[in-house]
């Protein structure tokens, strides 16, 4: 890992600052925002190179590991959620956007903070169909076991997308990796992409936190200033969640780059996600998807966070 690590979270903050500022041209953030998808996908290529496919097995052997995520992300993360809402709102609508964020696993930038702090990226990667096809499965039980029956469909969109985004930067890096691996101008490929890779990882992370909050920084401003106890809401659940998984790390008697993988397979959101599904589901409740646009400010900062945290028990 690069020696200058401790300087990623400076380069993130200037871009998540710059973004910000840009969210007051609305033809540039109009501009802007066709760019996230490619970047995420450039970024995702990126991270399954590190990806090695012969230990995709060996580490979806991991049951134990497994259990655990499964646990934390679709048993007590959906109390929890459940629980903070109750507490805080009486609201129905401001709780059921809570969930509807709080209940989804990341199956993206989970990846990208576990490698750039040193995790396991076979495990993480292992778990990642588990998490995608359960909280597809999941997420209208709870909603309906929480709430009570409401309008809730799921449109073929909504897991065909998601698939797509994930599957062809998959693909794409199986194809370098295979495809072109057995041609000679590769090698001096291979050789400068492993002298920079963690360089191109920053940029590609910069640029898409800049891009992200250039085109809702408005938004997110407005939401909090009306809703500031929902932001509240969204940390308590990292304030919990995050030494929970840590302690459950070391009952488990894990090493620190499987700690780092249960760390962030447990608490990264899939907003996004959540994102697509209030807008698309929950037409009659435009609030639900004001609120959920807290997601995107909240992921990178509470995700560098944890990445700094953590390399604090590196070398316990």
């Known amino acids: 890992m690069n020696k200058n690590i401790y300087l990623r979270p400076a380069f993130i903050v200037a871009a998540l600052v710059l973004g910000f500022f840009c969210s007051r041209f609305p033809e540039l953030s109009a501009f802007l925002s066709d760019f996230e998808e490619p970047l995420f996908m450039l970024l995702l290529v990126l991270i399954f190179l590190e990806f090695d496919p012969s230990q995709f097995g060996k580490a979806a052997k991991n049951v134990r590991f497994i259990l655990t995520v499964l646990i934390l992300n679709f048993i007590l993360t959906p109390a929890l959620s459940y629980i903070i809402g109750l507490f805080f709102f009486k609201d129905l609508t401001v709780r059921i956007a809570l969930t509807l964020l709080l209940v989804m696993p990341c199956t993206d930038w989970y990846l990208v903070f576990t490698e750039m702090t040193g995790g396991n990226i076979d495990l993480s990667t292992a778990v990642l169909p588990y998490n995608l096809a359960l909280q597809f499965f999941l997420l209208p039980v709870y909603l309906i076991f ?60 910069c640029l898409i936190a800049f891009v992200i909050f250039a085109t809702q920084g408005n938004g997110l401003i407005t939401v909090l200033l009306d809703y500031p106890m929902f932001l509240f809401a969204v940390l308590l659940f990292y304030v919990i969640m995050f030494p ?73």
Not at 149 to 156: A, E, F, V
Not at 281 to 286: E, K, L, N, Y
Request: hydrophobic share 50%; aromatic share 10%; proline share 5%.
């Open 146 to 205: 929480f709430y009570g029956y409401s309008n809730l469909s799921i449109d073929g969109e909504l897991i065909i997308e998601p698939l797509i985004e994930i599957g062809i930067p998959f693909l794409i890096s199986l194809f370098l990796r295979f495809g072109l691996g057995r041609l000679k101008i590769f090698d001096r490929v291979k050789t400068f992409y492993h002298a920079t890779h963690e360089n191109l990882e920053l940029i590609l992370i």
């Open 244 to 316: 929970l998984s840590i302690l459950l790390a070391k009952k488990e008697k894990y090493d620190y780059p499987d700690m780092v993988s249960l760390v962030f397979t447990s608490t990264a959101r899939n907003t996004p996600l959540s994102l697509s599904i209030a807008a698309l589901v929950f037409t009659s409740r435009p609030l639900i998807a004001s609120l959920l646009l807290i997601g995107p400010l909240t992921e990178l900062p509470l995700s560098l966070a944890e990445s700094l945290l953590l390399r604090r028990f590196k070398d316990v």
